[in-house]
């Protein structure tokens, strides 16, 4: 959309006020709220606002804080959740004594990626199909003190809820590992989930389908159309908001966290991608699953630097719950064709326009703009090297004998390992002046000092379970 239609937008809906959302490095959404007339100005839009950069984690100190944050008019939308008619719009960050973007703006990086892929002359345009999974509970309950630590999520969809006598229980649970489409009674959610696609409907997300998850405790995903790698994870973003609002509306709460609940599955994120140029899918061709030597090289990239983006691709501790053995989950670094025991999967699908592959790592706990940006720096790093991936592995890794398992290179078991691998493997992710050296390390150092350390100083609550008597 251009500035005319966003002020023809705001017009037709007696818009009251315009927000202003930007996701910061760590992937939190942020926002900040004018006055519908700021649209009548065409400079709110060329010079854009300014903020206070220190107060966002990660990123000022207090002597250098001035910032400003231009709206991209070609990402408005409506906010369905709010009381008075709001447009919303992305912006990026802008150092306001050079013009420059900010080389710690997520967006920002996202934009570069995408300008280092044309200078490469690989591609034009890099698609991206994100699927992220979420929980939907009745309840959450946490608390950690130097004296005390839990937690309590609540779902009636949940097998332990079978025994509450609350006035309200009919049976109708779902086993774990049984969430995978089941219907009504037993899918509590599917109206809930109903709406939040109209929501996102309503704030211009194309959605393809809906359907309850493989776990219970309300594990639930929305599929949605794929698109260009900063539209993509814009609606990353947009997803997020609309079902946590929708949840909240109804007295629920949405979660991405992966792994809000043992013994069952976790939430991730599998992204489809393929680079284009020229309006020709590069992926495509005669080679394994009909792919081109492109994207094999490609997969080459990813596989090579796997274990270094898993800083951005899967940056929470709670991440590494996930990735772990009996859970569906990838914890090999190979690739195959429709195999999703393998980290990249090479899907069946109908032409070539629809030729990619599925980097099934990820999960939504960090910025979508830097995860995208990371495995689409990976697959440039590939393409450019030719970094052969080897054979494919067309086998059932989970189901492999220990003596073969042990030759396919695994994903990191810790988010500490991942941040390590990242300091000693990032000089792709520098090339170009993609990624800044400065923020890569300020990125490390940060999750260390404030995720890391803290998890390792404090006692878990089963370590009482098994040490109280020793």
Known sequence: ????????????????????????????????????????????FEDGVAFDGSSIRGWKSIDKSDMKIVPDPTSVFLDPFRDYPTVCMFG???EPRTGQRYERDARSIAWKVLQYLKETG????????????????????????????????????????AADDDGFNLGHKIKHKHGYFPTTPQDTLMDLRCEMMLNMEGMGIIPELHHHEVATFGQCEIGMQF??????????????????????????????????????????????????K??????????????????????????RHGRAIQAFTNPSANSYRRLVPGYEAPVNLAYSATNRSATIRIPHVNGDAARRFEFRCPDASGSPYLAFSAILMAMIDGIKNQ????????????????????EIPSTCGSLEEALNELENDSD????????????????????RETEVLPLKLRPNPY????????
């Open 1 to 44: 959309m251009s500035i005319a239609d966003v002020q023809k937008l705001a017009q037709e809906n007696d818009v009251k006020f315009v927000d202003i959302m930007f996701g910061d490095v760590f992937g939190t959404l942020q926002h900040v709220t004018f006055p519908a007339n700021v649209l009548e100005n065409e400079d709110f």
């Open 92 to 94: 990026d960050v802008f």
């Open 122 to 161: 690989i591609g034009d345009i890099a698609y991206f199909g994100a699927e992220p999974e979420f929980f939907v509970l009745d309840g959450v309950r946490y608390g950690s003190e130097p004296q005390q630590a839990f937690y309590s999520v609540e779902s009636s969809e949940s097998p332990y809820s």
């Open 227 to 276: 698109d260009a790698l900063i539209q993509a994870a814009d609606n990353v973003h947009k997803l997020k908001h609309a079902v946590k609002n929708t949840a909240f509306q109804h007295g629920k709460t949405a979660t991405f966290m992966p792994k809000p609940v043992f013994g069952d599955n976790g939430s991730g994120m599998h992204c489809h991608t393929s680079i284009w």
């Open 278 to 303: 020229d309006g020709k899918n590069m992926f495509a061709g005669d080679g394994y699953g009909n792919m081109s030597q492109t994207a094999i090289y490609a997969i080459g990239g990813i596989l």
């Open 387 to 406: 970094i052969d991936p080897g054979q494919p592995m067309d086998k059932n890794i989970y189901d492999l004998p220990p003596e073969e398992l042990a």
């Open 428 to 447: 792709w992710l520098t090339a170009g002046d993609v990624f800044d050296k400065d923020f890569v390390d300020t990125y490390i150092d940060y999750k």
């Open 463 to 470: 370590e009482f379970h098994l040490y109280y008597d020793c």
